[in-house]
């Protein structure tokens, strides 16, 4: 048997080793169709009418971007009548999406965040969709609170990138495969098996501007960095920083680095724990940060350990190349 070259290809090799997991897989490809669809439409921008805001806001506050509400009707549309998931939750519902009456209930949950990175959708920057696939534990149905179960009991996690190529990465406890979308073809292609994130790096990615408010852990972390190579870390850094959460991880994943969006005073003074939710943001980029050899942590404990307590939890993330995430970790619990 050749080596998989599509995302159906990768599929099918993951049905012949693991035969439980058939609902699963059709699962993640009715998810990779959601993808597509996206893709296509981010791709036609503005000749789509999908650009502007919508003119309300979600749960948490946000405006909402006329994209955010179509790409959570996309995934909706997707996923629900195929009798492989018992209930959906997403940023952009107040809380978890019952199936339809009549639809047959499937063994798993799945969360999203239908469009990450909403602020570069206008400006035809990266955005990406991020999903995270757990099962439903019990045969009745769902409530929120089935929902709250900790990163380390994902069964599937990815994201997909829209940006000048469409990317869907995932893994499946397995390590991380990424499969490049041909828009020609309608097909996704295993353009990156097995990526792995360096453990050294000398490049983070955060929003600088917020600096004054940051904690004492960070705030060292970073003056070290920018001090370069006659500082104490010995070593030049270069800074990035994509405003969307898929394009910062794609890279890091790609080429190494450290993103953080830690916790800051601001966010403290408003009873919040951070910008980033776990359950559809951190948690399935901790899955696949940790699953190509990367560490996800909030400084004070390891992503995916954290028991949940609200569908909408925010939590501080600081992920990537395991020797920066470690210095970090380590500033943390030394100040
Ligand atoms: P969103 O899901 O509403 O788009 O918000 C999450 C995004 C992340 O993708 C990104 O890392 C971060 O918010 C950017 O925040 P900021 O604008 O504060 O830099
Ligand atoms: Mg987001």
Redesign the pocket.
Known sequence: MADPSTLQDFLAAHLRAHPNDEQLLALISDVAVACEKLADLVRLGELAGVLGAAGQENVQG?QQKKLDIIANDVFIECTEHTGRVAGLAS?EMDNHYPISDGSPRGRYLLTF?P?????NIDVNGATGTIFSIIEHVTSAAPTDEDFLQSGAKQVCAGYCLYSSASMLVITLGDGVAGFTFNHHEGVFVLTHPNMQVPEATNEFAI?AAYSEHWQAPVKRYISECVAGKDGPLGKSFNMR?A????G?IHRILCRGGIFM?PLDARMMADGKQG??RLLY?ANPMGMLIEQAGGVAHTGTSPILSIEPEQLHQRVPVIMGSREEVDRVVSYHASL
């Open positions: 946000e940023e965040d469009l990450d990175g909403s602020s929003n920083w405003g969307s959460m898929v910062d969006y910008k980033l943001e």
